[in-house]
């Protein structure tokens, strides 16, 4: 049993004027009159025949989006539930029946199908009565027995010791089997919180706190709008009362002014689509508490049009469209305000046109332009798309990987991936709450067509591991919207994405990708390849810290001034081949190519024996072999062999100019150099500088290739890059 008795601090109606503080965004419906069906409940059993009336408005929401529901099971699920629970009582002195009912109507006036509504009566008879799953599965069927089974096992979420990790885990799981048990513990949590101020307020607040951290960026990932936002407003007003009272006492004195700019733009408006012939519903959508709040934190002091919207509700998808030419045509716009989420929908199911048109006095208006169809899916995210399995298959999967089945959204998917590869359960909770704070998604496309949805501020790290998994580890660079960019670059929403992999079959990620990565599916692959490999992952042995070798353990991530240092290239470890057959005088021995001088042939070159039998070669002049002699490191001979493949690193200084990174690397390709890793440092009075480590299929091109780097515009030299001398 949960949450009981009206909450003194609870958000409540704003009489003056048109302004709610939640419940006006949608028709309204009178709130559940509790003590009346408190009564109802009381006078005992039904007629089998008949309806119960205690369930009246439950069924008057259902049949307002289910015109034909058969309602028996509803009627079935009411006369259990109220028998089962017969005798428990609210602590504000309720029949305890009247929870699953008024959580019961939320879902209903959300639009939530006949099943679900079934399971939202009996959500708490196997957990607080004598009733049980077997019964549950025998009377109703086995879709509202895992329902059921499902809420159940999150009771012990709500007042649980920050809500116990493995608890949650299981939530998660159970969640992504079938998204309906979500939607049933949002409306429950709803109407508890609606009912929390009989508890002590630090209970209080502890519930809040939960809602607040994780239930609400639930809500908010499966589109419930509605419950979010009310959600969000009822944890303000216990966590920061103060606040709270300020923000409705603005909220109050705006709705009692004379003057309304947004219901004079709203009439402006409904003149326009009228003299262009286009069908259309136009409200006032009043921001929420929290809404107000956040608004005036950014802008100041609020003027009228700051306190809500305008929305445009119309027929067709192609409406929304000729809506907003005319308002653009007809009345001021503010362009850099235009957003479309219906081209692209967000991650949440959320589609709708954003705009801002400026008023006669000057103050600017939001206004939000969708479909019927669109507002309801807005307001109830998954909950107004009923069964999410009478679906037919073809419309179940998607082209690009991403589910489009409603009972698993992409980011769920995501979310169910990186859960089961947490290492432990503190790892889980903590990169939960990481991932979930993160309330804006955006999404990029793969030059396939495809898409990926990454959180705001998500790298090329992030988009790496989202399309390859743990493949992603031999990622070594990326083109964003056709220019070479390095791993760390930020994406922004809208961008194409071609990531580029490197051709080892063992691959090597860098602990500095650790410091890029922002998704939980990247970070826990990078951070278990670490752990797994704790000699190779950019932190060498303190035997060979000073080599210089030692250094070409991962690939640049940012525009750092030094050369790229790419891994070395075993002759035999691993499967990978050699960059170029090098002969030693120890047979079988594994040989690497430093990093820091990259000799190809026909360098002249020598060998040293480091850590593990390893022979590193380096070019004659390098500065690292003056070192390895200092330090006593034992000198092998080498040569080069048969073979003609080579790695080098070159460096282009150019002139700045359009196109130039394109233009070069396209040259290099005619070539048929494979780009390794780049560098590109910052202009410095109009010159810039490239660092290429590239992979040559026979070292006799190598001059070739760099008189086609000198033949690109704007380039006036391309050398190899140079030894590193003693004193540099």
Known sequence: MNAEAVNPATPGPVTSGHVTPTGSRRKSRPRLDLRRLGRAALLGGTARDRLPDAIGHVVDAHRAHYPDADLEPLRHAYVLAESSHRGQMRKSGEPYITHPLAVTLILAELGAETTTLTASLLHDTVEDTDVTLEQVRDQFGEEVRYLVDGVTKLEKVDY???????????MLVATGNDVRVMSIKLADRLHNMRTLGVMRLE??????????????????????????TELEDLVFAILHPEEYRHTRELVVRNAARGDDPLADVADDVRKVLREADITAEVLIRPRHFVSVHRVSRKRGPLRGADFGRVLVLVNEDADCYGVLGELHTCMTPVVSEFKDFIAVPKFNLYQSLHTAVSGADGQVVEVLIRTHQMHKVAEAGVVALGNPYAASPEEQSASDGERVDPTRPGWLSRLLDWQRAAPDPDTFWSTLREDLAQDREITVFRPDGGRLGLPEGATCVDAAYAQYGEDAHACIGARVNGRLATLSTVLKDGDTVQLLMGQEAASEPSREWLEHAHTPAARIAIQRWLTAHPAQDGHPAQDEAAAPEAAATSRPLSGEPAPPQPPDVPETVSGRPAAA????????????LAGCCTPVPPDAVTGFAVRGGVVTVHRAGCAGVAGMRSEGRPEVGVRWGEGAECRVTLVAESFVRPHLLADLTEAMAVEGAEIVSATVEPPDRQQVRHTYTVQLPDAARLPTLMRAMRDVAGVYDVSRAQPHRPGD
């Open 203 to 228: 209970k209080q607040e502890r519930i809040a706190k939960v809602t607040r951290d994780v239930l609400i960026p639930l809500a908010e990932r499966l589109g419930v709008q509605a419950l979010k």
């Open 581 to 592: 057959q090098v002969l030693t005088d120890r047979p079988g021995a594994t040989v690497r």
């Open 160 to 170: 649980g010791a920050a809500a116990e990790p493995e608890t949650f885990r299981k």
